[in-house]
Each structure stands twice: as structure tokens, then as C-alpha cells.
């Protein structure tokens, strides 16, 4: 059986529970890449949550291999289609959830650390697979609108001097780490920078952020506005990101630097 028609039937499946109000595909899935197939993501938005045993009850109609997390926003169930090596994620969301961020983020330009703009992404650019009385539809047609400048500020300025020039600042926190020899602080601490980096960058471009998966492709073929150092200079910090010395402060330096000036050439004020 194609995956085609599993996701077909495994849309079928959640249709039938009261709590789902709409069904969406986003990832590569939705966005038509050939990689489609290797890359599903099924976005289950619910008035109220489903229960995990019964989640489960559906999922092993299609996989042996099942696993479920819990994030920010809300739990995820992952799993590997029986006899195939692809994997499916599948995010639940309230309702409530998507409206309250959304009217945090677009309508009144609250800034996150990091990921300031994922749910925004999630709707705007989700393929409806099911949608109970257009309650996504509408949703989604209330917010494909254009990025707000104040947005785009509000996360350049939050996500910006986290990164070297706060006391807090990751750069602090990694010289710190790599001081008493703390390896697994300096790379999470790497990853936390990586973040508010790459919300800078989106919001410099008025983009949504995509996500987790395939940032620097993303951009470099999205995005008409990019740090000059940018791929060189976070594939050098990832591969110094094990050694626990100051070369990877020198890294940051390069990178923050380089953002700066980009930030400065696109008229964007920092200290």
C-alpha cells in the first residue's frame, strides 16, 4: 500500500472522533518537495484532547514502532510505517492553543526566544486534509497576512542580544560551561543559540519560521536576505561544538559579528 493512501486512511481514522475539528499536512508533504514521502508531518487540531490510549489504538493499525512526546505547544506522536523506514509525526493542537498564540504573536507582536513564529508557520501554510465546518479554513484565512513590522523588531531585539551582548547572554553561558570543563552545557547552550539566531534571520526576511528541519536549505533558497558568514559559520561552530575550548567563543564572535553588520546594512539599530 502507497503512503499516499495510509495518511489518506489515517486521516480517516482521527475524522471519527467528536474532538477533531481539522486535519492539516505540513513539512515537505505539504510544501511538494520530492522527498515528500520521507518527511510526513499531520497536524490534528482538536477542541479538546484525545486521549493517548486511544491514539494509540489508531497508530498500531499502521506501525509496531510508536513513540509519544510532549512540546511546548502541545504532544506529538511519532512513528515508523510497518514494513517501510518512514517515519510520521503527528502533532496535536487545541484550538485554543493555535488562537491564543496567534493573536499573541501577529496580532500583538509578542516575541518568544526562539521559534517566535513556528504556530504562525503551522497555519498559514498547512495543506487541509480535513477541516469539520472550515473552523481551520477560517483560521487560517484570519492570518495569511503580511509580517508585521513590529513583530519583526520585537524578535530582533528579544533574540539578538541573548546571543553575546546581555549578561545572560549564550556567549556568557558558554564561556562559562567551557571554563569548568562543562561539555553537555556548552553544547545545549549552543543549540539555544542556534535558535534565537535563526528567529533573527526569519524575522529579518518577514518569513514564519519553518520549524526544526533543514534551516540552512530553507534558507539559502528562501530567503533573499542572508548573513554572509551564515553556513559557514554555524557548520564551523557545530564541528568545534565538541571540543570545550575557546575556539567556539571565537566562533560565536564571527557569527554575532557578521549578523550585526547584516542587521546594521538592512537598517536595523543594535548597540
Not at 533573527?200 to 539559502?220: Q, Y
Not at 557548520?235 to 547584516?262: A, G, Q, Y
Request: aromatic fraction near 10%; glycine fraction near 4%; charged fraction near 30%.
Amino acid at each position: 500500500m502507497g503512503v499516499n493512501m495510509i495518511v489518506y486512511q489515517l486521516v480517516n481514522e482521527y475524522k471519527r472522533f467528536d474532538e477533531v475539528l481539522a486535519i492539516t499536512l505540513t513539512g515537505s508533504g505539504a510544501s511538494g518537495k520530492n522527498d515528500f514521502f520521507y518527511d510526513i508531518d499531520v497536524d490534528v487540531i482538536l477542541k479538546d484532547e484525545i486521549d493517548i490510549n486511544s491514539r494509540r489504538e489508531i497508530l498500531k493499525k499502521f506501525s509496531d514502532t510508536i513513540e509519544t512526546n510532549s512540546g511546548k505547544y502541545g504532544e506529538k506522536d511519532i512513528f515508523i510505517l510497518r514494513n517501510s523506514t518512514t517515519q510520521i509525526d503527528v502533532s496535536y493542537y487545541t484550538l485554543d492553543t493555535l488562537k491564543e498564540n496567534l493573536f499573541n504573536v501577529v496580532d500583538k507582536c509578542k516575541a518568544s526566544v526562539g521559534y517566535t513564529t513556528c504556530l504562525w508557520k503551522v497555519v498559514s501554510g498547512a495543506f487541509i486534509a480535513y477541516d469539520k465546518e472550515n473552523t481551520f479554513k477560517n483560521l487560517q484565512k484570519r492570518y495569511r497576512v503580511a509580517y508585521p513590522e513590529k513583530l519583526k523588531l520585537n524578535i530582533i531585539d528579544k533574540n539578538y542580544y541573548i546571543l553575546r551582548d546581555s549578561i545572560a547572554s549564550y556567549y556568557n553561558q558558554i564561556d562559562k560551561a567551557i571554563n569548568r570543563g562543562d561539555l553537555i552545557s556548552v553544547s545545549h547552550k549552543i543549540c539555544k543559540f542556534l535558535d534565537s539566531y535563526f528567529d533573527v534571520v526569519f524575522a529579518v526576511n518577514e518569513m514564519p519560521h519553518p520549524g526544526d528541519k533543514r534551516l540552512i536549505s530553507i534558507i539559502n533558497s528562501k530567503c533573499k536576505k542572508i548573513p554572509k558568514l551564515l553556513s559557514e559559520g554555524i557548520n564551523t561552530l557545530i564541528e568545534n561544538s565538541c571540543t570545550c575550548d575557546r575556539s567556539i567563543l571565537r566562533n560565536m564572535d564571527e557569527i554575532v559579528d557578521d549578523l550585526k553588520e547584516f542587521l546594521i546594512e538592512e537598517g536595523i539599530k543594535v548597540s
